[in-house]
């Protein structure tokens, strides 16, 4: 199972981004998708998450910001951030929790990390 995000990049302040991930390979089933995210020195964190019935979670400060959406027929995901602002800045990773077989266990994938920096 490979996941491939894509879409980061340097934005100022107030400013929009969009990012996107795929997961391929084999896969009957995936669970959980979400993007973490880690700035320099800092730990990675859960900045949203979406189940594949739909239901989201968000980190509190990225609440009315961002917005994460789901394909599961396409088995992406995308993080759509708005109002961007200098603490954002970071590698923003995505992640999902994938049942590669029918005889498997969920296992959790990570992809490879896109860099978002917002500055003026």
């Known amino acids: 199972v490979q996941l491939q995000a894509c879409g980061g990049g340097l934005v100022q302040p107030g400013g929009s981004l969009r990012l996107s991930c795929a997961a391929s390979?084999?896969?009957?089933?995936?669970?959980?998708m979400g993007w973490y995210r880690q700035a320099p020195g800092k730990q990675r964190e859960l900045v949203a998450g979406v189940t594949g019935g739909g239901t989201t979670n968000y980190a509190d400060s990225v609440k009315g910001r961002f917005t994460i959406s789901r394909d599961n027929a396409k088995n992406t995901v995308c993080l759509q951030m708005n109002s961007l602002i200098p603490d954002d800045t970071a590698v923003y990773y995505c992640?999902?929790?994938?049942?590669?077989?029918?005889?498997?266990?969920?296992?959790?994938?990570w992809g490879q990390g896109t860099q978002v920096t917002v500055s003026s």
């Open positions: 390979g084999n896969i009957f089933s995936i669970n959980v």
């Open positions: 992640n999902a929790e994938v049942r590669p077989g029918f005889w498997s266990g969920y296992r959790t994938y």
